[in-house]
């Protein structure tokens, strides 16, 4: 099956409850995560299903992006997604660049790289 969606509604509708359950029980958290369309309103369709980031992996991202950042954000996706398929999402990624980084995003704020943190001197 393609990541390449034309209406279909989620994760659930493609690869059935127990497959999900599969996944949570191997991984723990998973998220999907959706792009419907551009902001020009051209159709995207792009589904992934993640894990959230192993402290392992998410320390390899860390380290590689001081060299090369896209590539560190490609490859801690690629650690992560559990569907579609590492070719799928590698020709998704060759197709249109941007999405290492809509996706890796997300990704990283699974791993709590995003919060605001309240500063207060003392």
């Keep these: 099956m393609d990541a390449n969606l034309k209406n279909q509604l989620s994760a659930l509708d493609i690869l059935g409850q127990d497959t999900i359950n ?11 995560l959706i792009i ?8 995207i369709g792009m589904l992934v299903v993640v894990h959230k980031p192993t402290r392992s992996a998410f320390a390899r ?8 950042a896209f590539n560190a954000m490609q ?5 992560c997604t559990l569907y579609p398929s ?4 590698r ?8 999405l290492v980084v809509t996706f890796g995003n997300k990704l990283a704020a699974l791993a709590k790289a ?6 207060k001197h003392l």
């Design 91 to 98: 020709q998704a990624f060759t197709d249109e660049p941007g």
């Design 61 to 68: 991202f860390l380290r590689d992006s001081q060299t090369n």
């Design 22 to 32: 599969e996944f949570k029980r191997k991984h723990g958290q998973i998220s999907e």
């Design 86 to 89: 590492t070719e799928v999402l």
């Design 114 to 119: 995003n919060l605001e943190c309240l500063q």
């Design 75 to 79: 490859a801690m996706m690629l650690d």
């Design 36 to 43: 419907e369309a551009d902001e020009l309103g051209n159709d």
